[in-house]
Every structure is written in C-alpha cells, then in structure tokens.
C-alpha cells in the first residue's frame, strides 16, 4: 500500500480494521499534528498495520472486554509528527513529550522498525471504567499488574491523569513497567525480584469490580 496522499486514499487507510473492535482511523489524531497542520499518516502503511493489528488483538482487545471500553490518547506517530514534538520537548515548551524518533521506532513510530529489525507499535490509552472505580493514591498498580499476569506486554508507562499508560507490543518485548505517578519509577523489570510469577495479591478485587 501507498502512502496516502489523497481524501480518498486516507479514507481508504483509515477504514482498515485492525482488530474486531478498532480500525486505523482510531489511532491517527495527533494533537502537535492538528495544532502545526501536518498529515500524520504512515510512510510504510502496510507495515503500521501490521504492527497495528498485533497491537490491537493482542493487548486492547482483551483489555477492552475484561474492563470496559479503552479511550485512545494518543498512538500513532509520523517521524515528522514525533520529531516536531522531540524538538518543541528539547525547547522548552510545554505540552510536548516526545522521545528521539530513533527510540520511538516501533513504539509510536509503528512504520519504521527499531535499530534490531523489529516491529511495535505503542499507544498511549486510558481506560475509564478502571479510573471511576479505583482512583486512590497507587491503585495505578492493580492495573498494571494485572496486564503484567496477563498479557503480552512489551512496556506499560503509567501518567497521573486518569492513568492514562503507553502500552507497547513489540516483536522482542522487555516487559517494563514505569511511571510519572506516585509511586515513581520504576515497578518491575527483568532484573527485578519481583518481576516473575503470579501478582494476583497486588490485583485481587479489581476484576470484581467489573462484573
């Protein structure tokens, strides 16, 4: 597939269905591409589906039917749409938070592979049943544990509002867990103690609370 250049063709590309719930169309707003008026469309198309559609399936769609409905933030990113933010971020002003565009390749960058070959695609979500019902001080981290136990992952990022989080599937994934929100840092990772077997003690309860 082309790079769409046309109404039509970016129609086209839009009504693409990744997964039983999301088409591409869902993952192409970019609030720095709506306020500079830059197309935020994908040089390799065929590849940002790819990538897309794993995304999709393996991650959103079972989080979505376990917890309610996902809201999508922010998803996909052109390399000029990502690094216009990088470049505004490194400035100084506010509002923008976009890595180099090479460590966003197969992250928000999901039509150019990362420096080893691989394919990802990161977006950044929030899933408001999940913020109505538990909004104390940490409860972030009955969500993410609960993705960690069960699903695929390749890097979950928490944020204060709502708890929004990047959730990235990648080829290679390294199964990471941050956040800017208390408590920051860093949860679990590969060469953490904590970072194997089941965490169903930090997350009994929130399934419940869904039924």
């Known amino acids: 597939m082309k790079t769409p250049t046309s109404v039509t063709a970016l129609t086209d590309f839009g009504r693409v269905r990744l997964s039983r ?26 590849l940002a589906i790819a990538a897309g559609t794993r995304l ?62 691989h394919m990802g695609a ?17 409860d972030w981290q009955k969500l993410a544990w609960w993705i960690h136990d069960h699903l695929p992952h390749a890097g979950l990022y928490f944020f204060p509002k709502y708890w929004a989080f990047n959730i990235s599937w990648h080829e290679q994934p390294v199964r990471t867990i941050a956040s800017y929100t208390r408590p920051r840092g860093t949860l679990t990772a590969p060469s953490m103690a904590n970072f194997e077997g089941s965490h169903a003690a930090q997350w009994s309860g929130i399934e419940a609370a869904f039924v």
Not at 22 to 46: C, K, Q, T, W, Y
Not at 122 to 138: M, N, S
Request: negative net charge.
């Open 21 to 46: 719930s999301f088409f591409m169309r869902d993952f192409l707003f970019s609030d720095i591409a709506a306020v500079h008026g830059i197309n935020n469309v994908p040089e390799d198309p065929d």
């Open 56 to 117: 999709c399936e393996e991650l959103l769609e079972p989080l979505q039917e376990r917890f309610g409905r996902i809201a999508i933030r922010s998803a996909y990113r052109s390399r000029e749409v990502n690094g216009l933010g990088n470049a505004m971020q490194k400035a100084g002003k506010a509002g923008y938070s976009c890595a180099a565009n090479e460590a966003n390749y197969a992250g928000h960058i999901w039509d150019v592979r990362d420096a080893n070959g």
């Open 122 to 138: 990161t977006a950044c979500i929030v899933v408001p049943g999940f913020w109505d019902r538990f909004q104390a001080e940490g």
